[in-house]
């Protein structure tokens, strides 16, 4: 995979959430899946958009592409993708690899 090896966790205060930002090779056509478990964070590329449970990417001139979630209860910072597990169309991150920075 040629893109960054991590992403960044924001608190969103507005919406009682989170901002979730990476850079890949995913565009602003691409519907993702997300699921938070207690120790990891799987961000899954899917064909349908079931309203309330996927979301819309938006990409930032950066080329970072973000999106909000409200699931979960995340520590902000930023998160080692782990390469090994993840392909073309899903992410693994494991909340144990934090980067530091």
């Given amino acids: 995979m040629d893109y960054k090896n991590y992403i960044r966790i924001h608190n969103n205060q507005l919406r ?17 899946a997300v ?9 899954s590329r899917v064909d349908i958009d079931r309203k309330g449970e996927t979301h819309k ?4 001139n950066s ?3 973000i999106f909000n979630t409200r699931g979960g209860e995340l520590e902000v910072g930023s998160y080692y993708i ?13 909340l144990e690899d934090i980067k530091e920075i």
Avoid: A, C, Q
């Avoid at 009682?16 to 993702?32: A, P, Q, R, T, W």
């Avoid at 782990?82 to 494991?94: A, F, L, R, T, W």
């Fill in 16 to 32: 009682k959430g989170y901002f979730i930002n990476f850079k890949s090779h995913l565009s602003n056509e691409d519907v993702i």
């Fill in 35 to 43: 699921k938070i478990t207690k120790d990891k964070i799987i961000i």
């Fill in 57 to 60: 990417l938006s990409r930032k």
């Fill in 63 to 65: 080329g970072w592409s």
């Fill in 82 to 94: 782990d390469n090994e597990e993840s392909d073309e169309d899903n992410m693994v991150i494991y």
